[in-house]
């Protein structure tokens, strides 16, 4: 068989192919409009495995598994990973101001036990998940004594094992309060890097997950799925929500994106705002 000549921009039918081999795998639509974005993420994956052209890159990941480091390579390509603490204000005010002392006092009260189980859904490199603990450590009076966990869960294993690491730069850095980098954070004296405290990292757990998977958990409070189901086709936000709502407790609280799509299919949801719904 000849060597593939390789073109700048992938064809409508290898366009096809990924795109298909994608949405069978994780439920991401990748329209017409993203072959050249495609394409050039594409070339770098070629650059750095050495195959020489797309149809037999193509051949190769579609015959690895979900925790082959290059399968897990190909995905961090073609997904947006903009993520940075304290991301969309309104959602860490409400956390803060509301959602967090009124099950405080719920607990001062005797009304419900002192715990708390959160999901954060497609966390990327952990941002999210340790936005929340800041959040629970900030605004819980004697968090110590609560059992509480955070789970960050994504598909992908590389962008997993750098949210173990608990670290972030300056950028992720640029929307956290001054008192929580004082209280939460050590900043390392010979980079700019910070570090989560033990306050936060105790709360925190990640494990890899497919949304277009049941979860194995024990159901939770409170569940984020933010900025990624805009990616999703309906069948495949239909999918999710399915499943989440199987994690959520009675009257949990889910928190999703603005621009997600998802409002017509959270008719079982009571929608206390454009971003946020009770499970009834």
Known sequence: MP??????????????????LIYDRTGIAISPQKRTLLSNRLRRRL????????????????????????WDAFLQEITTHETYLFRDEAHWKWLR?????????AARR????????????????????????????????????????VLGTD?????????????????????????????FFTKSPSANVWSAKPALT?????RQHNLMNALAERPFDLVFVKNVLIYFDKPSKQTVIGHIGKLLVPNG???????EGVSDLL??????????YQKQ
């Open 3 to 20: 060597a593939e000549t390789l073109q700048e921009t992938i064809t409508p039918e290898q366009l096809s192919r990924y795109a298909r």
């Open 155 to 183: 598909i992908g294993v590389g962008a997993l094992e750098e949210a173990k690491t608990a670290t972030f730069n300056e950028r992720s850095m640029k929307l956290v309060p001054d008192d929580y980098r004082r209280r």
């Open 202 to 206: 105790s709360m925190v757990r990640f």
């Open 47 to 70: 650059r750095e495995t050495g195959i020489a052209g797309y149809d037999a890159y193509f051949q190769h990941v579609s015959k690895l598994r979900d925790t082959d480091p290059e």
């Open 267 to 276: 008719g079982d949801y009571q929608r206390l705002q454009p971003w946020l």
């Open 110 to 149: 005797n009304e419900r036990q002192r715990t708390l189980r959160v999901l954060s859904a497609a966390c990327s490199t952990g941002d999210e998940p340790f936005t929340i603990a800041s959040c629970i450590a900030g605004c819980v009076p004697n968090a110590s004594q609560w059992k509480i966990e």
């Open 97 to 105: 101001e509301t959602y967090l002392p009124e099950i405080s006092e």
């Open 253 to 259: 609280k889910l928190v999703v994106g603005a621009a």
